[in-house]
């Protein structure tokens, strides 16, 4: 009975074999034909993926690349600083403090005459040299900061002004005899350099960023006690009509600064530069939480241009200007007070030159605003001089454009 039923069993197996074959041909058929139809859609989607990817990167949330040029040690901007406390800034200390440097200044002086001595018979036997000269040695401190390996340091002018030498004390123990490369009074900016290896470089911060309650630190030698750590906060920043400098964009913090501390660092927490130190407000001498900064932007063109020309040049229209207030321009018959008035022009100057006469208000300059006179002087000081500049302004309440070259902006100026 077995026997007789193995021929149909085998046929039935047989069957089954030839139909799952045909079945999974028609599978492996489907699949190829499903693969040819989508595999070039999926190929152009991911080349145009990468395409996207190279291009636009910021649509995808990653980080544009950088493109290539100087290289400065500078910090990464910082996206968001947490409201963490922090139990000590000794890494920032230690990051930052190497760079800052003591500076010891000394410079040869002759004492005022006695009254006696000044009547005009007793001056012709000074010029015979009869009369004695005692001279003295004056000596002044404060502080500076490294700001490149090649030895380029940063300092305030006043601290090494009309010295004779200038004694640079490293933090490290060393002490070398500095050259002056130039000076920016106008800043209150000077330059030093100094002939060592292995000189180490501060980091610099984007202080264009620097918010007001950021934690700073200032570094220097104050009363030539040695180098001092103090902390507080930005108290403000863009501070100008002080009366101290001619460019004014100072940093305000509360951090002590003392005699001494002019042209040291002021830190951040991370121990990156945001500032010079240049003076403070106070009525005894002493620190009255009331302390001001150059902005390491500012400081950093004034070193490089005066490396690259020995000075800092800037662009000069030759004018004296002041806010237009309401009094102003009822006094010269002007309806509207959004501008500056021409106070006085100096002769043979670019506004002189351009026709621009007292009692003018300008409205525009290169298409900016002028809003007040320390904003246009540090506008065209930014031009080159040679530039072209277009000038609007009102003469008798009648808008007139003005076009001069910008000049160089002269060491002195005679009016």
Known sequence: MEYAQKPAYNYLINQAFIIKGLQKLSQETLLKRLLSYISWPMACGILFALLLMQQFPQFLGLKTPEKPGVTLQTAAPQIEYKATAR?????????????????????????EAHP?????????FRDFGNLPQNKRMQSSLGSGVIMSPEGYILTNSHVIKEADEIIISLHDGRDTIATLIGDDPDTDLAVLKIDLNDLPAITLADSNSVQVGDIVLAIGNPFGVGQTVTIGIISAT????????????????????????????????????????AAIFSRNGGSQGIGFAIPSEQALNVMLSTIKHGRVIRGWLGIEAQPLTPELAESFGISRTEGILISGVYKNSPASSAGLQRGDVITEINGVYAGDGRTVMEQVALQKPGEKVTIKALRQGIEQTFHTLVGERPQIINK
């Open 238 to 277: 863009g501070r100008n009509e002080l009366n101290i400098n001619t460019y004014e964009n100072f940093i305000q913090t509360d951090a002590a600064i003392n005699p001494g501390n002019s042209g040291g660092a002021l830190i951040d927490a991370n121990g990156y530069l945001v500032g010079i130190n």
């Open 87 to 111: 139990v000590s800034y000794s890494d920032a200390v230690n990051q930052a403090a190497p760079a800052v440097v003591n500076i010891y200044t000394s410079k040869i002086v002759a004492p």
């Open 116 to 124: 006696l001595f000044q009547t005009p018979e007793i001056e012709q």
